[in-house]
């Protein structure tokens, strides 16, 4: 079946690190790659997308590319700050007039910063 | 332009009560989804609406939960009797063109 697997958090990180958070999916067919972001208190963001092998999402300094031949998806960001404490979700799916779109995600990763 | 609005944030009930929990999307969007997040696990599609219409409801767990969607606008989810598996957080999503969801806070449902 269709899943997701990312890696376990908490990631805790001091200020201006550099962050990955490794994601790689298991998918019948050709997905759309996504990552959701949760900040506190909040109901989960679109932070970037992919939708073809190689295409790059970018989005507030974050980037992730779709590499179809590992199947992964990881999430990094040059220099991490305070503000990007969140828990992280990938997620894929399967959008198209046939397909259920539904989104499949990840247990989610929870990243601390510390100043 | 106002967001995906849930309610209520949070609902604590007792085990083989009933709870329904309410979504508003944003305004024209047709696509509805409801989600939930068991206890640190991932979160989970239940189910998608069209309009008023069902579209996909693989993922509903069990006829505990019935979900409706009168007049393609807000949509609610009942759980009746809930049990205590049922716990965790509950997400509403709307999409215009289903290119893009937009999420609501979430519902954290407690049953005890």
């Known amino acids: 079946g269709n899943s997701v697997t990312q890696m376990e958090g908490p990631v805790t990180l001091s200020e201006e690190a550099f962050l990955t958070i490794n994601c790689t999916y298991t998918a019948t067919g050709y997905p759309s790659l996504f990552w959701y972001v949760q900040y506190p208190g909040e109901g989960l963001q679109l932070l970037l997308k992919a939708t073809k092998a190689d295409d790059k999402g970018s989005n507030k300094g974050f980037e992730a590319t779709y590499r179809k031949e590992t199947t992964s998806f990881h999430l990094e960001k040059g220099s991490v700050q305070v503000s990007d404490s969140a828990v992280y979700f990938c997620?894929?799916?399967?959008?198209?007039?046939?397909?259920?779109?539904?989104?499949?995600f990840g247990t989610g990763t929870r990243l601390q910063v510390f100043p | 332009e106002a967001g995906v609005t849930q309610f209520p944030s949070h609902s604590v009930i007792e085990k083989g009560q009933t709870v329904t929990l309410r979504c508003d999307p944003i305004s024209g969007h047709d696509n509805l989804y409801w989600y939930r997040r068991v206890m640190g696990k991932e979160i989970k599609f239940l189910l998608h609406f069209v309009k008023e219409s069902k579209q996909d409801e693989s993922g509903m767990p069990n006829n505990r939960f019935l979900a409706e969607r009168t007049g393609g606008t807000y949509s609610t989810l009942k759980v009746q009797p809930a049990e205590l598996e049922d716990s965790g957080v509950y997400f509403c999503?709307?999409?215009?063109?289903?290119?893009?969801?937009?999420f609501g806070p979430g519902t954290r449902l407690t049953v005890l």
């Open positions: 997620a894929l799916s399967f959008s198209g007039s046939y397909n259920t779109d539904k989104l499949i």
């Open positions: 999503a709307s999409s215009q063109d289903r290119s893009r969801q937009f």
